[in-house]
């Protein structure tokens, strides 16, 4: 059996709010529920829901900028290590949304590729130099960008230069988080096609967040719909949203048909997600679900398989 890229194990993340100025210990933000999942090498996982329902959260644990409340993360079949975050930068890396601002603008293009082959890899001058050409002919940047700065470059350019600086560490899983939501249309199909390429001649494998349903559906091979913090829907790119199982995936898919539509709810819908602070009992979409019996009341459903490789999180899915 081949061993997943990445494996997630009960990871959760409550933020905590300390006490109350007279009263007890308060409960936190359960911003992520525990979940668990594997993701296959070469796959790329497409991870959608609305704000707030903790896709950032997630990301940030995974790339070891917060430290989770429970469970484990597994690269390779070996645990990180939480302690060490340099660990976390060799195995797993982070493209952000915004690549001007995610750059540090007082550095030059160079300065930014040296420093993981610096921290990460401890490279020698002449090392770091070839390896940066390699790099920057890989993305199909030119060599004079390198001592250029951030601001210089339009954001597909920057765009590549941040996807550039993810190569650099030499890790094999990138999260890729909105990674062509600020750009324009007719760059963000170019910086996809990057993508695309990438993963197939480095065998990389990719956490695909956002909220543009059709991006996430073309760049897919599985995608899991996050709500209120837990995964409810994980299954097949060309399933998921064709023939969803899930109440609030079919939600989603009725509400953003096209291309670069965010998601909303459908009109007469509770649009909230619910309280965190409050967390409602039984399921968190009851609320706004057509579906809800008073079991959803009561008890939270949990991931269990609908049909081959599909799993939905609800007490009365949707009929496949
Ligand atoms: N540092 C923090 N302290 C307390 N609560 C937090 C913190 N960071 C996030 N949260 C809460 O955790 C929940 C999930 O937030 P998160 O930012 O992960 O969602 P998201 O899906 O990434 O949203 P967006 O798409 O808007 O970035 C929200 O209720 C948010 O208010």
Redesign the pocket.
């Known amino acids: 059996m081949t061993t997943p890229a990445l494996r997630l194990d009960t990871l959760s993340k409550t933020?905590p709010?300390g006490r109350s100025l007279f009263g007890p210990e308060r409960p936190g933000?359960r911003?992520?529920h525990p979940i668990t999942l594997d993701v296959m090498p070469g796959e790329t996982l497409g991870i959608v829901?609305?704000?707030?329902?903790?896709?950032?959260?997630?990301?940030?644990m995974l790339v070891g900028l917060i430290p989770p409340t429970t469970g484990t993360i597994e690269i390779e079949g070996a645990a990180l290590d939480n302690a060490d975050p340099a660990v976390f930068g060799k195995r797993i890396q982070y493209v952000f949304q915004d690549p001007i601002s995610s750059l540090n603008p007082r550095k030059t293009i160079r300065q930014i590729m040296e420093a993981p082959l610096k921290l990460l890899h401890g490279m020698d001058r002449a090392a770091r130099t070839t390896r940066i050409a390699e790099i920057f002919e890989t993305v199909s940047l030119r060599a004079d960008f390198l001592d250029r700065y951030p601001h210089e470059f339009s954001g597909g350019q920057a765009q590549r230069i941040g996807i550039a600086r993810a190569l650099a560490a030499e890790a094999r899983i990138l999260i890729l988080d909105e990674p062509v939501s600020a750009l324009d249309v007719s760059v963000q199909a170019q910086v996809l096609n990057l993508l695309a390429d990438l993963k197939a001649r480095l065998g990389l494998t990719y956490l695909f967040i956002s909220?543009d349903l059709a991006v996430v559906e073309a760049v897919s091979d599985r995608i899991a719909v996050?709500y209120f913090?837990s995964v409810v829907e994980l299954g097949r790119a060309e399933d998921v949203f064709r023939t969803p199982r899930h109440p609030y995936t079919k939600l989603l898919a009725d509400s953003a048909p096209v291309v670069g539509r965010p998601l909303r709810a459908p009109e007469g819908a509770e649009t909230e997600?619910p309280d965190?602070l409050n967390p409602p009992e039984g399921c968190a979409f009851r609320a706004r679900c057509p579906r809800a019996t008073d079991l959803c009341r009561k008890l939270v459903p949990t991931l269990a398989p609908a049909d081959a490789g599909h799993s939905v999180a609800c007490h009365n899915p949707l009929g496949g």
């Not at 707030?52 to 959260?57: D, I, L, Q, R």
């Open positions: 933020f709010l933000v911003a992520v829901g609305e704000s707030g329902c903790g896709k950032s959260t997630l990301a940030r909220h996050l913090g997600l965190p």
